[in-house]
């Protein structure tokens, strides 16, 4: 079933499957009651739905929709704490998608402990997949997070469900990253991009455009790589930051990039590019909020070190992907041709990624230069690359 949003759509695997039950957490506030009231107002106009909600009164959730502008969806709405009686309205509206917004407030008779228990959140969570499994009821579950972003409760809540979505967001961004970490329907690590506006969740179209930031003239430390999240091809910005130390231990900071990653590649950068920065504060930051998780980020972070530490402006038409081995070579990831075929559709000219990805038929406007080590790839960056600003001076 289509939700009415492409985004969110993609992230659930092509759209909402009949019983399947769905986790969705995220820090409070960023948007996940939101975006399932849009979701469930748009899935009420072709099906039967019912929001239960024991958070808010039925009136909050009222004042909610009018904001949205969705007040006039045929929406059933239950304001509600006990399982058995909310089961018991889905089952009475023949409900086909059920939203359960949190199931931390929820709780059964059944269990003596009070809602929010480790014991209630089990057995709550796996009366609610029941009964998606048994009536064919789609059922999303609403969860809070701890202090370290997980979902609250037991970690069995995670395998009960077959899907399972983080909200994720820089803190003041207008962003909303939606990336399904669990999903037996569609692919892992997907993810879905959102603006927050005044009329609710906008879906974005072209999420590349957001995490690019077109800097009015060329700046050293900066560099775009084709990252790629679930089935799409992602186009970040990814900056580092190479600073003299002040302190007597040296920093290595990393911003949506893995820290231990980082020290490796500053290792392998000493060792088979000839660059030390052991004196130096090396800080790497991933712009837009994004995590990149994979390894197709190590050549651009490194390429983007050098850039600082030589205080030498990249080309803005540039990009670059690959991984880096500990012997120095520069190894080939998954859909190469795909990432460069995304970076011409947005006006690149020239990249530099592991020989291996260099596609067979050349791509219309993109120069690719090919590279097998690590010091290759450092030639080609100072041959394609402005001038340094600290030789001008």
Same mark, same amino acid.
């Given at each position: ?6 985004? &969110? ?79 018991? !309205? ?21 269990? +003596? ?71 037996? &329907? ?6 879905? %991009? ?11 179209? =072209? ?20 990252? *790629? ?7 970040? +910005? ?10 007597? =231990? ?22 088979? $590019? ?10 790497? =930051? ?35 992907? $690959?991984?880096? $081995?500990?012997?120095?070579? %520069? ?10 075929? +995304? ?26 230069? $090919? ?8 030639? !080609? ?7 340094? *600003?600290?030789?001008?001076?």
């Amino acid at each position: 079933m289509p939700t009415g949003s492409s985004e &969110f759509d993609r992230v659930l695997g092509g759209g909402l499957v009949a019983g399947s039950v769905t986790l969705i957490g995220g820090d409070p506030g960023i948007g996940k009651s939101t975006l399932l009231l849009q979701a469930a107002a748009a899935l009420a106009r072709s099906a039967s739905v019912l929001y239960a909600t024991g958070e808010e009164s039925l009136r909050q959730v009222g004042l909610r929709a009018r904001r949205l502008g969705l007040d006039d969806a045929p929406l059933g709405l239950l304001a509600e704490t006990d399982v058995e009686t909310v089961i018991a !309205a889905a089952q009475g509206r023949e409900a086909r998608v059920l939203v359960v917004d949190s199931i931390q407030t929820m709780g059964t008779a059944a269990v +003596e402990s009070s809602p929010g228990s480790v014991s209630q959140l089990r057995e709550s969570a796996a009366r609610f997949v029941h009964f998606a499994k048994q009536s064919g009821t789609a059922v999303f579950l609403i969860g809070h997070v701890t202090k370290e972003g997980v979902i609250a409760g037991p970690r069995v809540l995670e395998h009960l469900v077959d899907t399972v979505l983080y909200f994720e967001s820089d803190a003041g961004s207008r962003f909303r990253v939606v990336r399904a970490v669990k999903n037996r &329907f569609g692919a892992a690590n997907e993810i879905g %991009v959102f603006a927050m506006e005044e009329g609710g969740l906008r879906e974005v179209k =072209n999420p590349s455009a957001i995490f690019l930031s077109r800097h009015p003239a060329p700046v050293a430390g900066s560099i775009v790589t084709v990252a *790629r999240e679930g089935t799409r091809p992602l186009l970040v +910005e990814v900056q580092a930051l190479v600073d003299e130390a002040r302190a007597q =231990n040296t920093r290595r900071v990393a911003v949506g990039f893995e820290g231990n990653r980082l020290a490796l590649l500053l290792a392998v950068l000493h060792r088979h $590019g000839g660059v030390a920065l052991s004196a130096y504060d090396v800080f790497i =930051n991933v712009v837009g909020g994004v995590h990149l998780g994979e390894t197709a980020a190590d050549l651009p972070a490194v390429l983007a070190a050098v850039s600082s530490l030589d205080d030498r402006p990249l080309a803005q038409d540039l990009v670059s992907f $690959g991984e880096l $081995g500990l012997a120095g070579e %520069v190894r080939p990831v998954p859909f190469g041709e795909e990432r460069l075929r +995304e970076a011409a559709k947005h006006g690149f000219k020239r990249a530099i990624v592991p020989r291996a990805n260099t596609p067979r038929k050349a791509i219309e406007g993109l120069e690719v230069i $090919g590279v097998e080590r690590l010091s290759e790839a450092l030639e !080609a960056l100072r041959a394609v690359s402005g001038s340094s *600003r600290k030789s001008d001076a």
